[in-house]
């Protein structure tokens, strides 16, 4: 018993330490500032990343070097709610969700520091540096419903980064192979599975399985106030919109009541005589 409370002491540290390392309690309240101003919060994680620890080694007589080692960590991160697409047919649980896809902007230098790393796809990224950003845009048409359109932009050199999560099949997972995945198709139990693609440009740059393995999406969301059918919740802003426009109105009458009433008054009474005799 002393020996499984000294492990489990030892990993609740370890799990402490992770949250603190990737600011887990400052991205809660983002998620938290999210939900209550536009009624949903999404939290991303969690994400294995690398990250590079430095150390100063004693190298004897006095000596020491800086040595640098990558090590990888779990981490958690807001998200903005207007760069997340669920499947819409998930009703009001995001674990519900067939595929979700998310939107983030990347430089091309940012780009370039993809070139070497695991699991990133060296020559589409090579030839994405070649390419014109290509954004998507939605514009409404008659009917209120809104329709995508992708194309090259001629302003700016900030390219679209979309990460799918999602069921990929044997045959989507064989053309990935052909980019470099290397997964024997054959092997699957399943005629699909769960995995992660990043795209930019319409070009698959990285390939994952899914971390995860009960295969759930790394989304949560948080929402204030939830409606019926919906992933996406109601704010403050919008709970109080009727209060408050019953608010701005009784005080615009008591505004303009009150500038009515601090001008000249004029009274008419029989017992009252004008000064002059007149009452033009």
Not at 32 to 38: D, F, K, Q, T, Y
Not at 244 to 253: D, H, K, L, N, S
Request: aromatic share 10%; with cysteine.
């Amino acid at each position: 018993k002393a020996e499984a409370e000294k492990r489990m002491k030892g990993m609740e540290t370890a799990i402490d330490d992770q949250l603190t390392e990737c600011n887990y309690n400052g991205e809660s309240r983002k998620v938290i500032r999210g939900g209550v101003r536009l009624g949903t919060g999404i939290i991303k994680g969690p994400n294995v990343v690398k990250r590079v620890r430095k150390s100063w080694v004693d190298q004897g007589d006095g000596v020491y070097a800086l040595s640098a080692q990558e090590e990888r960590k779990p981490s958690s991160k807001e998200v903005s709610c207007w760069n997340v697409y669920p499947d819409p047919d998930c009703g009001e649980d995001i674990r519900k969700a067939s595929y979700v896809w998310e939107r983030e902007y990347i430089l091309p230098r940012d780009l370039k520091d993809l070139v070497g790393l695991d699991g990133y796809f060296e020559d589409q990224i090579r030839l994405v540096l070649k390419e014109e950003p290509i954004k998507t845009t939605v514009r409404p048409n008659n009917r209120d419903h809104g329709f995508s359109i992708r194309q090259v932009t001629a302003t700016g050199n900030l390219f679209e980064r979309w990460e799918y999560h999602g069921d990929i099949s044997r045959i989507e997972l064989g053309a990935l192979n052909s980019f470099g995945l290397d997964l024997d198709i054959d092997e699957l139990e399943f005629e699909s599975l769960s995995a992660c693609v990043v795209f930019v440009n319409d070009r698959p740059i990285k390939v994952m399985l899914n971390t995860l393995d009960t295969g759930d999406h790394p989304y949560d969301f948080f929402q204030w106030s939830t409606v019926a059918g919906s992933p996406w919740g109601i704010g403050v802003p919008r709970t109080m919109y009727w209060l408050g426009r019953i608010i701005i109105a009784a005080w615009r009458a008591m505004m303009d009541n009150a500038g009515d009433s601090s001008g000249a008054n004029i009274v008419i009474s029989n017992r009252l005589v004008p000064a002059d005799g007149r009452y033009e």
